[in-house]
T-cell receptor, first 114, second 115 residues
Framework: KQEVTQIPAALSVPEGENLVLNCSFTDSAIYNLQWFRQDPGKGLTSLLLIQSSQREQTSGRLNASLDKSSGRSTLYIAASQPGDSATYLCAVGAGGTSYGKLTFGQGTILTVHP | NAGVTQTPKFRVLKTGQSMTLLCAQDMNHEYMYWYRQDPGMGLRLIHYSVGEGTTAKGEVPDGYNVSRLKKQNFLLGLESAAPSQTSVYFC??????????????FGPGTRLTVT
């Protein structure tokens, strides 16, 4: 059974700092990996999707990398801002007959203070 | 383009009552999913559908039923609600092209309390 772990569980940083969120998974036979953002009381917003054949994806100040062989992904946030404060979720996708089902980590709660 | 919408946003039920949660997407996505989110447990898959008229069980299907009569709608039913079903329910959908499954888009959630 796939298990996804996110470290740290919570992170508090001053504005402007570059930071890294970590995600690890136990079964390297994944189809894709998706990073989400969740604001309190809201739904999930997709940030980046990395297919299993890719090593990284970038969107603005966000960069996500994937190392399937070691079962790891990182989300890099450059020049953090207070508006980045949210919970960040990593989810691993299963392909083939698993039809894209996602297994989620518990999330990292990020607070960026001015 | 509204994306994924969920109805209702909030609901309070008494133990034993029934209800249906509605999910609708206007992106012509083939795959649709129902998750529940609980503190300390994260998001867990309840049921999913890979096309109109098809449904399948996820990780925590007990106590729930689903139907996908139209491609754009995915319904989640609770026949006899229990306090353990107090949770936030999220619907999601994704596009499929050949063997490639793309990112999942989530609705805003339904907050359900069973007393």
């Amino acid at each position: 059974k796939q298990e996804v772990t996110q470290i740290p569980a919570a992170l508090s940083v001053p504005e402007g700092e570059n930071l890294v969120l970590n995600c690890s998974f136990t079964d390297s036979a994944i189809y894709n990996l998706q990073w989400f953002r969740q604001d309190p009381g809201k739904g999930l917003t997709s940030l980046l999707l990395i297919q299993s054949s890719q090593r990284e994806q970038t969107s603005g100040r966000l960069n996500a990398s994937l190392d399937k062989s070691s079962g790891r992904s990182t989300l890099y946030i450059a020049a953090s801002q207070p508006g980045d404060s949210a919970t960040y979720l990593c989810a691993v996708g299963a392909g083939g007959t698993s039809y894209g089902k996602l297994t989620f980590g518990q999330g990292t709660i990020l607070t960026v203070h001015p | 383009n509204a994306g994924v919408t969920q109805t209702p946003k909030f609901r309070v039920l008494k133990t034993g009552q029934s209800m249906t949660l509605l999910c609708a997407q206007d992106m012509n996505h083939e795959y649709m999913y129902w998750y529940r989110q609980d503190p300390g447990m994260g998001l867990r898959l309840i049921h999913y559908s890979v096309g109109e008229g098809t449904t399948a069980k996820g990780e925590v299907p007990d106590g729930y039923n689903v139907s996908r009569l139209k491609k754009q709608n995915f319904l989640l039913g609770l026949e006899s609600a229990a306090p353990s079903q107090t949770s936030v329910y999220f619907c999601a959908s994704s596009l499929v092209s050949g063997t490639v499954t793309y990112e999942q888009y989530f609705g805003p959630g339904t907050r359900l309390t069973v007393t």
